[in-house]
T-cell receptor
Framework: ETGVTQSPTHLIKTRGQQVTLRCSSQ?????VSWYQQALGQGPQFIFQ???????GRGNFPPRFSGLQFPNYSSELNVNALELDDSALYLC????????????FGPGTRLTVT | QKEVEQDPGPLSVPEGAIVSLNCTYS??????FMWYRQYSRKGPELLMY????GNKEDGRFTAQVDKSSKYISLFIRDSQPSDSATYLC?????????FGTGTRLQVTL
């Protein structure tokens, strides 16, 4: 177990709705990253937060947004959900702004109908 | 062309075999090279990371990086049924990890 937790485990939403996913990082980890993993694919980088500021973003539209809080928790918000947003959303935390040595949570499986 | 290429398998080997998993990449900016293991319905688990070309060993696992060929490998010795999982290679440049598609490994009794 890595100490990174995510909630909820599963979620079903309707196209056009908004969703908030939550992550609690390991204590002392000041970096959190979010990834999207479609079935049969590797995780795709959404963005990273370092000390509560966005520190890099992948090829995802602005309707994907995030927040990082001082208590090692973070959120991923997705607006105007589309069917292609159905995936496993993974949160990873680490102690450096670099992407190596990141520890992943179990993920939230989002289904958009 | 994808930045990171990984054969999706599946790869099936008998218990006790040596397993070789490989990835190639095209981006020279990648600095760190990671291997993750992912069991079904779980998050990826970091196995090893390396920075420079060469070998790094941890128990039954050996990671190998050849930056000149843009090729990385993970060797698993004395494979066990509990090693059955998807193995993801990943590479980092700055804040971003770029993953391969993963290789599904099945170790049979």
């Amino acid at each position: 177990e890595t100490g990174v937790t995510q909630s909820p485990t599963h979620l079903i939403k309707t196209r056009g709705q908004q969703v908030t996913l939550r992550c609690s990082s390991q204590s002392g980890h000041n970096t959190v990253s979010w990834y999207q993993q479609a079935l049969g694919q590797g995780p795709q980088f959404i963005f990273q937060y370092y000390r509560e500021e966005e520190n890099g973003r992948g090829n995802f539209p602005p309707r994907f947004s995030g927040l990082q809080f001082p208590n090692y928790s973070s959120e991923l918000n997705v607006n105007a959900l589309e069917l292609d947003d159905s995936a496993l959303y993974l949160c990873a935390s680490g102690t450096t702004a670099g992407a190596y040595e990141q520890y992943f949570g179990p993920g939230t499986r989002l289904t958009v109908t | 062309q994808k930045e990171v290429e990984q054969d999706p398998g599946p790869l099936s080997v008998p218990e006790g075999a040596i397993v070789s998993l490989n990835c190639t990449y095209s981006n020279s900016a990648f600095q760190y090279f990671m291997w993750y293991r992912q069991y079904s319905r779980k998050g990826p688990e970091l196995l090893m990371y390396t920075y420079s070309s060469g070998n790094k060993e941890d128990g039954r696992f050996t990671a190998q990086v050849d930056k000149s060929s843009k090729y990385i490998s993970l060797f698993i010795r004395d494979s066990q049924p509990s090693d059955s999982a998807t193995y993801l290679c990943a590479m980092s440049a700055a804040s971003k990890l770029t993953f391969g598609t993963g290789t599904r490994l099945q170790v049979t009794l």
